[in-house]
């Protein structure tokens, strides 16, 4: 079949005139590909430009230290580098839908402070909410104790009451719950604080949601501290168990030797790895 140069070169033959010989000259097909060309890269950073908004409303929403990072992880001993093979296996994980559907899951991350523990938490859900636009919500428990708690005040006018409502609907439905400072603090929970974080745990469960709880207890003490039927809720879970035992990141305040020195002030620099 002619193309539109075949048809334009016989209709000026035919009229006695000459041709567009214009070395420059686009056919049709030529001129369609280029405009596809342009079009698909329009459409991809739309989408790109588009998932990036996503991104950052979830970012948003999770509440998480924007420091808390991979690439600047202190891994200098065997339980950071035993919970970075933990949450990389989890995190690419998330490539099989039927993995993400089948079973909930729960990461407990505990040791003394200062050890990572919540700096490695923050950086998996990084790397879902990125990735795989997985929705995180980060809370310390104790934090949410203190809203539950404030939210009978019914004569209250500061919204405490809907506040609390919005946040435990954010419970129980975002795809990654991480729970820090579990029981930081507390010997035992009060038995109404131990059923409703039961409660919590169990309804993300069975709606296959997965959760990371960051504790100092041993596991041992944690049963105690958040009562047998919240950590019978743990246990159904598939679980991943880390225990940080390696060096404290936090800077010392104050040296265990105590010089006469005066020290000098350096300004503040807050610590970013917990």
Not at 86 to 95: D, K, L, P
Not at 139 to 160: C, K, W
Request: overall charge neutral; aromatic content about 8%.
């Amino acid at each position: 079949m002619d193309n539109i140069a075949d048809k334009i070169q016989r209709l000026a033959k035919t009229l006695g005139k000459s041709a567009p010989s214009d070395p420059e000259y686009i056919n049709y097909q030529e001129l369609r590909k280029g405009y596809e060309k342009k079009a698909n890269a329009d459409i991809q950073k739309i989408q790109k430009d588009t998932k990036r908004a996503r991104v950052l409303t979830i970012q948003g929403q999770a509440d998480l230290n924007p420091k808390w990072r991979f690439d600047n992880l202190i891994a200098d001993s065997d339980d950071v580098n035993e919970a970075l093979d933990v949450a990389n296996s989890f995190i690419g994980a998330h490539n099989d839908p039927a993995w993400r559907n089948s079973s909930s899951h729960m990461m407990i991350f505990y040791g003394d402070y200062g050890r990572g523990k919540s700096h490695i938490a923050g950086a998996i859900a990084h790397e879902l909410i990125e990735q795989y636009e997985i929705t995180v919500l980060y809370r310390q428990l104790s934090t949410l104790l203190d809203m539950r708690l404030f939210s009978y005040d019914f004569s209250a006018t500061d919204g405490a009451s809907e506040q609390y409502r919005k946040i435990q609907n954010e419970l129980l439905n975002v795809d990654l719950l991480v729970l820090d400072e579990v029981c930081v603090n507390e010997t035992m929970l009060k038995k109404n604080a131990q059923s409703w974080l039961g409660n919590i745990l169990r309804q993300r469960l069975v709606n296959h949601k997965n959760c990371i709880l960051i504790t100092n207890h041993d596991l041992a003490s944690l049963e105690t501290a958040v009562g047998r039927y919240c950590f019978e809720s743990i246990k159904e879970y598939d679980s991943y168990r880390v225990r940080f035992s390696g060096p404290s990141r936090r800077e010392v305040i104050v040296p265990e030797a105590v010089s006469s020195t005066p020290i000098k002030q350096q300004g503040y620099t807050p610590n970013q790895v917990k």
